[in-house]
């Protein structure tokens, strides 16, 4: 599934830099993570960057973009496929 940022996201920037896909956008008010280009880190680490590094643990599971891993994989294939 892909991650969503919700309303107690600071605006650190923090996760956007962090993000291998580059999903995150910078919103009003608050950081946007586009579900399309999210695969958790899928390829690129064990585990999702944007997470980790979040001060305030505003990202959390978007329950309207549940995907399998498999889902992940072939998206993740995809997006390097645009590069």
Known sequence: MSLMINE?????????????????????????IDPDRC???????????CIGVCP???????PDNIETPEELKYKFQ???TEE
């Not at 107690?8 to 946007?32: H, K, M, Q, S, V």
């Not at 695969?39 to 960057?49: L, R, S, V």
């Not at 305030?56 to 978007?62: G, L, M, N, T």
């Open 8 to 32: 107690e996201c600071i605006a650190c920037d923090a996760c956007r830099e962090e993000c291998p896909n580059e999903a995150i956008d910078e919103g009003d008010p608050f950081y946007l």
């Open 39 to 49: 695969t958790e880190c899928f390829g690129h680490y064990d585990e999702p960057a």
């Open 56 to 62: 305030v643990d505003c990202i959390i599971a978007d």
């Open 78 to 80: 995809q997006l390097q």
